[in-house]
């Protein structure tokens, strides 16, 4: 299952807003509490039996340690009401943190490259590892493993694709901690060069991550748009409402996890502009119900009538 075939139900009166809340912090704290106990013995076994890709493997789990504080401290300023200076809110907090840990991740990821890439260039160099190495990397394996678990059995539970997303995050996790198990036993089976190869490529792994979360962030600061099964999905609530004949021109863009929607509603040119106003008013709370939507600016429009807001060739001229 991929975090994208879970959507955020908004209309499940099983759990509220403050459920889900609840439930991403916990499992948030428990991701806390396993990555910090990761970290430490990961990098204090890694030195003391000489395995730079368990090493590696830790400063992983480190990145992880600081991206779950990432979110708990965003997801706290970003919830913070509008005000004078930020009338929208202050969702775009977590898209500027997402864009300083990716940044983060990245030079670490880089400095891990550049690390294992010079124990290649020097083989001699490399030293046997201590078989601890390979039953730490084993214990990382499955903690990996079951917290990917726990977090997917919250996440199916709330109905909330964003905890899909973490859960998932915590299985690539796991995938790094077989990466360097194998190269621990490709060491202690006479093959020293593995280890620094599995640091090399859980290096690649902390920095492709890196890259992600810095250009998705960026993109989304840019005012990117959200993907077109959900401008879809917010049209067919538009064109559903009781009085909107026609909708056009449905443009968004991201805040933080949430949208702000831009839409031309086109209702029957006959009837009085407060009547056009109650069906604008009644569009917009829809799609503030069902949606993901912080706000929708509507334009109302005459159905059937000439769209003055899109001159024809012939009148432009």
Request: aromatic fraction near 6%; avoid cysteine.
């Amino acid at each position: 299952m991929k975090f994208t075939e879970l959507a955020d139900d908004p209309e499940d009166t099983d759990h509220s807003p403050a459920e889900r809340v609840a439930a991403a912090s916990r499992s948030t704290w428990v991701s806390v509490g396993v990555n910090l106990v990761l970290t430490i013995t990961q990098i204090a076994i890694g030195v003391v039996a000489k395995s730079q890709g368990l090493i590696a493997d830790g400063i992983h789990s480190l990145s992880d340690l600081v991206a779950d504080f990432v979110v708990l401290f965003a997801s706290h300023h970003s919830k913070k009401d509008a005000d004078a200076d930020h009338p929208y809110g202050h969702q775009r907090f977590e898209t500027a943190a997402s864009l300083v840990l990716g940044t983060l991740l990245l030079a670490v990821g880089l400095g891990m490259l550049w690390s294992a890439a010079r124990k290649l260039e020097a083989p001699e160099t490399v030293q046997t590892v201590h078989i601890m190495a390979l039953w730490v990397a084993a214990g990382a394996l499955i903690a990996k493993e079951l917290l990917f678990r726990y977090m997917l059995s919250v996440a199916k539970r709330v109905k909330s694709s964003m905890l899909v997303a973490n859960a998932w995050h915590a299985r690539s996790d796991a995938a790094s901690s077989l990466v360097v198990g194998i190269g621990i036993i490709g060491n202690l089976a006479g093959y020293p060069i593995l280890d620094p190869i599995a640091a090399l490529i859980v290096g690649f792994m902390v920095t492709r991550m890196g890259w992600g979360f810095s250009w998705d962030a960026l993109h989304d600061l840019m005012d990117r748009a959200v993907d077109e099964q959900e401008v879809q999905a917010i049209r067919l609530t538009l064109i559903e409402t009781p009085g909107v004949s026609g909708v056009h021109d449905v443009r968004t863009r991201k805040m933080g996890d949430m949208i702000v929607v831009d839409a031309h509603i086109e209702v029957d040119a006959e009837i009085s502009v407060e009547a056009g106003h109650d069906i604008a008013v009644e569009a917009r709370q829809r799609v503030l119900q069902r949606h993901r939507v912080l706000n929708l600016m509507t334009h109302v429009d005459p159905w059937r009538r000439p769209d003055l807001d899109h001159p024809t060739p012939s009148a432009a001229a």
